[in-house]
T-cell receptor
Framework: GESVGLHLPTLSVQEGDNSIINCAYS??????FIWYKQESGKGPQFIID?????DKRQGQRVTVLLNKTVKHLSLQIAATQPGDSAVYFC?????????????FGTGTRLQVFP | ETGVTQTPRHLVMGMTNKKSLKCEQH?????MYWYKQSAKKPLELMFV???????ENNSVPSRFSPECPNSSHLFLHLHTLQPEDSALYLC??????????????FGPGTRLLVL
């Protein structure tokens, strides 16, 4: 069946280090992926997206990598800061289905310690 | 601030109560969504509204009743809920539905506890 999952429920990193959050998906038809950040007491916030015709996309301090061969998605955060502490989850969808029904993962909690 | 507000932020209700959740978006969007977020579960899409018309209902029990009086407001009416309905209920909006590349902007959610 279709599923989006995360390898690690919690990731602890030291301030200043790089963080890598992983996500696996199983629907080969998915061609659009989004990373969200959810801070405590807030709703999810869009971070970055990538289409399946790309392998890599960079934003401000964040990079998303897509490996379609193994159906794997990762979010890299450079020079992790305390403000990056949050739950991160990925979402997948097939654009060709003309739907906005995103399939979300369960999330990885990122903890940044000094 | 995302431009999407939700009230109340916290709600405790008994199984026989009737309550309503309110969502308001100040972004001029045409699509609005209700999601349920339970602990250790993925976000679950409940309802989708486009231009005040319900376009999607993901097999949600009838004890949840949405209402969209205009494109800026969305309600979720609750009655005879069960303890397993306790969760964070998130509202979101986007410029238009059917296009997943239209970013969905989420409100802060209503934390619901059903006793």
């Amino acid at each position: 069946g279709e599923s989006v999952g995360l390898h690690l429920p919690t990731l602890s990193v030291q301030e200043g280090d790089n963080s890598i959050i992983n996500c696996a998906y199983s629907n080969s038809a998915s061609d659009y992926f989004i990373w969200y950040k959810q801070e405590s007491g807030k709703g999810p916030q869009f971070i970055i997206d990538i289409r399946s015709n790309m392998d890599k996309r960079q934003g401000q301090r964040v990079t998303v990598l897509l490996n379609k061969t193994v159906k794997h998605l990762s979010l890299q955060i450079a020079a992790t800061q305390p403000g990056d502490s949050a739950v991160y989850f990925c979402a997948e969808v097939s654009i060709s289905y003309n739907t906005d029904k995103l399939i979300f993962g369960t999330g990885t909690r990122l903890q940044v310690f000094p | 601030e995302t431009g999407v507000t939700q009230t109340p932020r916290h709600l405790v209700m008994g199984m026989t109560n009737k309550k309503s959740l309110k969502c308001e978006q100040h972004l001029g969007h045409n699509a609005m969504y209700w999601y349920k977020q339970s602990a250790k579960k993925p976000l679950e899409l409940m309802f989708v509204y486009s231009l005040e018309e319900r376009v999607e209902n993901n097999s949600v029990p009838s004890r949840f009743s949405p209402e969209c009086p205009n494109s800026s407001h969305l309600f979720l009416h609750l009655h005879t809920l069960q303890p397993e309905d306790s969760a964070l209920y998130l509202c979101a909006s986007s410029q238009e539905r059917g296009n997943p590349q239209e970013t969905q902007y989420f409100g802060p959610g209503t934390r619901l506890l059903v006793l």
